[in-house]
């Protein structure tokens, strides 16, 4: 009875409870998960995804001169300049120095400044394995290997033996933490539509537009008031109509979903502080910015946890890699400092870590305009929480012998993506003995009843 | 008049529609009345079913050409459409470029992209609004979205050739067969800027350069065979261990990779490695690629399925071996006319229909494989596509594009120039879509998108709805509100110096006379019949409240546009 009543709550496909239920929700996500944890203060986890592949080689790369010749041999056309480097002024564990893309020059500042971390050649792995190993067909390596759509899905499912999963270890998060949507809204929300990360059995996200207000409702088209209608209105009518037809009935939900969230979309945003933070004239900054509202704005929704999703796509270079970087990564780099400027207006820097994820790596070697498809792949973290000027991981030592070189320089990652996100989701509030159901393979690589960290990123 | 009418249908398409003739029994005739050039009456059931025939295979046709439908018969009235020859997109592309390289509009001498990236989409509008071959022009939107290219790419938004010459060869090969159109799509420069297999060398070891796997990786995942082998009703085979075959693996894609190198763009000039268009001629992006065997790669090829190609054949004898490789496939039947399917009629085929197609497909019904004109008829006059087979799982949710491209159709949308010229801006910003603008070559959607809630739960699929959210799901409904409520803007256009196309409602406003029979032919046009007894209730209860017929004929066109019954087509 219960969860069928719960199923209805969240059947919208919006997220969104209907009135009626979300005490329902409320109420079994006190009995079900709320923990002292979660009951702490406001946490967000800000998922940004790099859709199509970022060539990542080329956004954190090896700065000694040997490691760096190895780069340039096997790199080729694809080379940066040495002297254009950014250098990182901490030296890693392994001894060694490391450098950024020329076009990061704030995202240096920031890591300078501790508030950032990098995570080197993380990946969708089903076991730790090397390149030998899958030679002699040895290892199990997740399905779909350098597809898009595949890779896309395993790093937000973090499901990667299957191509079954409709959920994202976000939504699992949001099914286990709950919602409590006094507000009606999900805590999961997208500025950038319908994603796998946050989906989960009882969530899905909610859409908000990354310009104006965020959130439009059905028009009423006054020219029609003098008769005493009210389209809006009629509209609502319209849909409270019963349909035997299953279709009809999601689409109907989906639209009462969204006029009836309209206003408190409105009103979170509008009842954000203004900051004084100027925001770079495009999307990625425009949409990191309507995040920033929405936490300024958070009193009104009454959810001390949030996640937020953010694709910024066009990282598909298998054409012009150099030139398309040398655009796209200081867009990035822009956007990420405006965020954290903001959020530190908001005094809630320290109470949202941001993240990255993208399909893969590409190949070190190039096709002689750009790079296709590889695996393993640098990432990075950023927030108040996170222990920062740090490169967290195993860098592969570039060689054209590398044992982790499956070909065409693909490199095996040296970090699975489950610990990475654990590392997340035990900050965010997740129990450890909960870990499982978020990340289902997490005990291929960490021990969810350790004492250690799964990786160390964040306090 | 029933009874010959029921025998023209058995005797021209040999597909029986006694039940739509039986359903209209006691319906009333409705279609009479109007000098009628066959002598012949129609049911409102055959309206009906003439309607269906327009909402899946064409973008909405008026009122005057459903009865045409009825009349004519869905059959030869189908026939008909197959045999009428392509209306081209790029003639358009050439006219506007030409026109404003002479310098004809002084408005764009400041800026002369702000033209010249919409002529593209131009030329879309144009052809899809006006051209007699309307179910050519809906199958090549339906295998747009299937073979994808997208104009969020500067460089083909830039030079308009390359997406009109694209469209152009769907529209080429919509009633061919699917072995040219693979063939035909995958020369095509726009494909090859796209999936970046111009230009793509072969390996060069000494300088660690290797051939590019974008289109190799493509051409199998989504344009011909999938992931995993198929049954021939779209189900997944499974291994003695129960798990599903993959269809190919990293090696294949290496050696598929070897054969799509040594391709270039065609056109005066041309030189290997041309790369850069600001502003390209014609010829370069509408000409199929050409072969510099210099640059393609010698050896032998391992395809698929055991199939080897010989070292030392010319480049393009490989990349026909390849694509008979791909195209004798036995996953390309269930696998690309699922997707045709999921496009024109539903997002949840049954096993049987698939399996019904598949067969066609492979030419089991005595025309050659890969016949489109065998393929669309068995999709679209499947007992499951036509209004009698419904079940409360059946049906679609129509794309926002489709819904403004049918309503500027069916009511009339006209203009004195006869332009209709639309830049799309404003159909994006609010819905999401716009026709041959994917963000990715995954299309808008995936087919196997699951809604969570009832739809997921019953393990069923509704792709469309993944671009439905919060956000564009009242996009779309405040679109329909501006395009009929505000007459034009159904369309956005630079006007001046062009002319934006307006609403024409005259005949709705003579309807709207007496309410009933207005909802009648909306119910007839829009939802074939469908439209449930408390929407039409609501809507009534609006026309009540309105003295003035045309707000009696825009509100009544307005709510039944937004509502769920028309939405789904179900």
């Known amino acids: ?459 | 008049m029933r009874v010959l009418h029921l025998l023209k249908h058995l005797c021209v398409g040999g597909v029986l529609v006694t039940g739509a003739v039986v359903n209209g029994i006691g319906d009333g005739d409705i279609g009479g009345g109007s000098g009628d050039d066959f002598g012949v009456t129609v049911t409102k059931a055959e309206l009906n079913e003439a309607s269906r025939l327009a909402s899946q295979a064409t973008f909405g046709l008026t009122y005057e050409s459903i009865e045409e439908i009825a009349k004519t018969g869905r059959n030869r009235w189908f026939e008909q459409q197959l045999e009428i020859s392509p209306t081209f997109h790029t003639p358009i592309a050439r006219d506007l470029i030409t026109r404003q390289d002479a310098g004809e509009w002084e408005e764009f001498d400041d800026n002369p992209f702000l033209l010249r990236n919409v002529i593209g989409r131009f030329a879309w509008w144009q052809q899809t609004m006006t051209a007699e071959d309307v179910v050519r022009q809906r199958v090549a939107y339906a295998l747009s979205q299937f073979f994808v290219v997208s104009d969020r790419v500067g460089v083909l938004r830039n030079n308009p050739y390359s997406m009109t010459s694209f469209y152009d060869v769907l529209l080429d090969n919509a009633f061919g067969n699917f072995r040219d159109l693979l063939k035909d799509v995958t020369l095509s420069p726009a494909m090859g800027l796209y999936l970046s297999h111009a230009n793509n060398s072969k390996a060069i070891p000494e300088r660690n350069i290797f051939p590019d796997q974008n289109f190799a990786r493509e051409v199998m995942q989504l344009f011909s065979i999938g992931l995993y082998e198929l049954n021939l009703d779209g189900s997944v085979k499974l291994d003695s261990d129960g798990l599903p075959i993959p269809t190919y693996d990293n090696n294949d894609i290496q050696e598929m990779a070897k054969v799509f190198t040594g391709l270039t763009y065609a056109g005066p000039g041309n030189y290997w490695g041309r790369n850069y268009f600001h502003h390209a001629d014609e010829s370069v992006f509408s000409l199929p690629m050409i072969m510099y065997e210099n640059y393609h790669e010698e050896g032998e090829k391992k395809l698929l399925n055991g199939v080897v190609v010989p070292a030392g054949q010319s480049g393009m004898q490989d990349i026909e071996a390849a694509i008979d490789n791909l195209f004798y496939h036995p996953n390309v039947g269930p696998f690309f006319c699922k997707h045709l399917i999921q496009r024109l009629v539903t997002s949840n085929p049954s096993p049987a229909y698939i399996e019904r197609v598949a067969r066609a497909f492979n030419g089991e019904s005595g025309s050659p494989r890969g016949d489109m004109k065998t393929v669309l008829k068995a999709i679209l006059f499947d007992p499951e596509a036509e209004l009698l087979g419904n079940t409360a799982t059946f049906g679609r949710l129509k794309e926002p594009a489709v819904r403004i491209v049918a309503l500027a159709r069916i009511f009339n949308y006209t203009s004195d120039s006869g332009e209709y010229y639309n830049t799309g801006y404003r159909l994006e910003y609010m819905t999401g879509q716009h026709p041959l603008s994917a963000p990715s070559v995954f299309n808008f959607y995936q087919p196997n998108y699951s809604p969570i809630g009832e739809i997921s739960a019953n393990q069923m699929v509704a792709p469309e709805f993944q671009i439905t959210n919060a956000t564009t799901v009242i996009g779309v409904t405040n679109q329909v509100g501006l395009a009929i409520f505000y007459e034009n803007l159904a369309f956005h256009t630079w006007n001046p110096p062009f002319e934006t196309p307006r609403i024409n409602l005259i005949d709705y406003e003579e309807l709207a006379a007496d309410p009933e029979a207005l909802v009648d032919r909306l119910d007839i046009v829009l939802t074939q019949g469908k439209l449930s007894r408390p929407t039409r209730d609501i809507v009534m209860d609006v026309l009540d409240r309105v003295d003035s017929r045309r707000e009696r004929a825009m509100l009544a066109i307005y709510l039944i546009l937004i509502s769920s019954d028309y939405s789904i087509e179900d």
Not at chain 1, 58 to 76: A, F, G, H, V, W
């Open chain 1, 1 to 459: 009875m219960f969860s069928r009543r719960r199923f209805l709550t969240h059947s919208c496909g919006l997220g969104v409870a209907a009135a009626t239920a979300s005490t329902t929700a409320l109420t079994l996500g006190l009995t079900r998960s709320v923990s002292a944890s979660t009951a702490d203060g406001y946490k967000a986890l800000v998922c940004i995804l790099l859709a199509g592949g970022n060539d990542s080689y080329n956004m954190l790369l090896p700065y000694d001169q040997d490691q760096y010749d190895e780069y340039t041999k096997i790199r080729s056309d694809l080379a940066l300049e040495h002297d254009s480097l950014l250098p990182l002024s901490n030296q890693s564990e392994d001894g060694r120095s490391y450098a950024l893309h020329p076009g990061f020059d704030e995202v240096r500042q920031i890591y300078e400044a501790r508030d950032l971390a990098f995570i080197a050649n993380v990946g969708t792995l089903l076991e730790p394995t090397d390149a030998d190993a899958i030679r002699a067909g040895s290892a199990r390596v997740p399905i779909g290997l350098g597809s898009h759509s595949d890779q896309i899905a395993q790093w937000q499912s973090v499901i990667s033996y299957n191509r079954t999963s409709s959920y994202g270890w976000g939504g699992r998060m949001a099914d286990l933490i709950d919602p409590n949507p006094a507000s009606g809204l999900s805590m999961n929300i997208s500025l950038s539509g319908t994603n796998l990360f946050q989906t989960g059995s009882h969530v899905s996200p909610y859409t908000i537009y990354y310009q104006g207000d965020g959130a439009n409702t059905v028009w009423s088209f006054p020219q029609f008031w003098s008769n005493g209608i009210n389209v809006h209105n009629v509209v609502r009518d319209l849909l409270g109509v019963d349909h035997d037809n299953m279709l009809r009935r999601e689409y109907a939900r989906r639209l009462q979903g969204a006029m009836d969230n309209r206003d408190t979309v409105v009103n979170t945003l509008r009842s954000s502080p203004e900051f004084e933070t100027s925001f770079s004239d495009n999307y990625f900054s425009a949409a990191l910015k309507q995040i920033a509202r929405v936490i300024g704005g958070r009193h009104t929704l009454g959810q001390n946890r949030q996640t937020f999703f953010l694709q910024f796509g066009g990282w598909d270079h298998h054409e012009g890699v150099l030139d398309y970087q040398a655009l796209m990564l200081p867009i990035v780099s822009k956007g990420l400092d405006e965020f954290r400027s903001a959020l530190q207006e908001l005094g809630e820097f320290g109470n949202v870590t941001t993240f990255t994820i993208s399909d893969f790596a590409r190949t070190l070697t190039s096709n002689g305009k750009g790079s296709d498809h590889g695996w393993g792949g640098h990432h990075m973290v950023m927030g108040g929480d996170v222990r920062g000027g740090e490169l967290y991981g195993t860098y592969p030592e570039l060689s054209q012998s590398s044992p982790l070189d499956i070909g065409r320089g693909v490199y095996v990652p040296t970090m699975a993506v489950e610990p990475y996100f654990a590392e997340l989701a035990l900050w965010f509030g997740v129990e450890r003995g909960n870990l499982d159901e978020v990340l289902p393979a997490i005990r291929k690589f960490y021990s969810p009843s350790s004492s250690d960290a799964p990786v160390g990123f964040l306090v």
